[in-house]
């Protein structure tokens, strides 16, 4: 899907974002791939503070995916029980746990073929590990970085997969990683879903659908 007329220029988009989020990165704490694939998994429909409240204490339970595959599903369940829709999230690391042993000798994958082939990974927690743990190209696209994208004219999508779509085709593959980290905090500090702060937006000049 082509963006439309009046899209904000994105060589303007890019320097503001630099400028304003040099230091944007993944909120979820993490010290190695695994750890954040799990955080990832955690995170649907729960804040990342809450995530990361959580995960120290489990990791020490269970630090990697052969003692995660071996835990009970009750165990599981009351260690994650805080992040919400605990039964389902406590399922998806043991399956996704057991899957990385069986099929990966218990590492993480770096190919986006191989990461959503696990049970539970959609493109964008496949993306988030590509981006933020093996420096590979990645574009996640959440709420924060499709709403902001829309606003702006790069796309007019709403599905997650065709938005990526259309800002693999505006953002340089270079900058795909850091365009969509710091896209979304602008969303999340600014560009918010309620009622945009356009007044303390460096983009407003360009924004095509500023208020909306």
Same mark, same amino acid.
């Given at each position: ?7 904000? @220029? ?5 320097? $503001?974002?630099a ?6 990165r993944i909120?979820?704490?993490?010290? /190695?791939?695994? #750890?954040? *694939?799990?955080?990832t ?5 729960c804040?990342?503070?809450?995530? /990361?409240?959580?995960? @120290?204490?489990? %990791?020490r339970?269970?630090? !990697?995916?052969?003692? &995660? ?8 369940e ?7 829709f605990?039964?389902?999230k406590?399922?998806?690391v043991r !399956?996704?746990s057991?899957?990385?042993v ?11 073929? #191989?990461?959503t082939?696990?049970p ?12 933020a743990? $093996?420096g590979?190209?990645a574009?996640?696209v ?6 902001v994208? &829309?606003? *702006? ?7 997650p997969?065709?938005?990526e779509? !259309?800002?693999?085709? #505006?953002?340089p593959?270079?900058?795909?990683? #850091? %365009? ?5 905090w ?8 309620r009622?945009?702060?356009c @007044?303390?937006?460096?983009l407003t ?6 208020g909306?």
């Amino acid at each position: 899907m082509k963006t439309g007329k009046g899209a904000a @220029p994105v060589k303007e988009v890019l320097a $503001f974002l630099a400028k304003a989020y040099p230091g944007a990165r993944i909120l979820l704490d993490h010290r /190695n791939p695994y #750890e954040l *694939l799990v955080a990832t998994v955690l995170a649907a429909q729960c804040t990342d503070e809450r995530v /990361n409240s959580v995960t @120290p204490a489990l %990791f020490r339970s269970w630090p !990697d995916p052969a003692a &995660f595959a071996k835990a009970s599903q009750g165990e599981l369940e009351h260690a994650v029980r805080s992040t919400g829709f605990y039964r389902n999230k406590a399922k998806a690391v043991r !399956d996704l746990s057991a899957a990385l042993v069986e099929r990966h000798q218990g590492h993480v994958p770096q190919t986006m073929e #191989e990461l959503t082939a696990l049970p539970g990974v959609g493109r964008k927690t496949a993306s988030i590990l590509l981006g933020a743990c $093996f420096g590979v190209p990645a574009l996640p696209v959440d709420t924060h970085v499709g709403r902001v994208a &829309f606003r *702006l004219g790069l796309t007019a999508a709403k599905d997650p997969t065709r938005i990526e779509e !259309d800002l693999a085709r #505006e953002i340089p593959r270079g900058k795909w990683w #850091e %365009f969509a980290t710091r896209l979304g905090w602008h969303g999340r500090q600014v560009c918010v879903a309620r009622k945009p702060r356009c @007044p303390e937006c460096g983009l407003t000049t360009v924004c095509p659908k500023r208020g909306v």
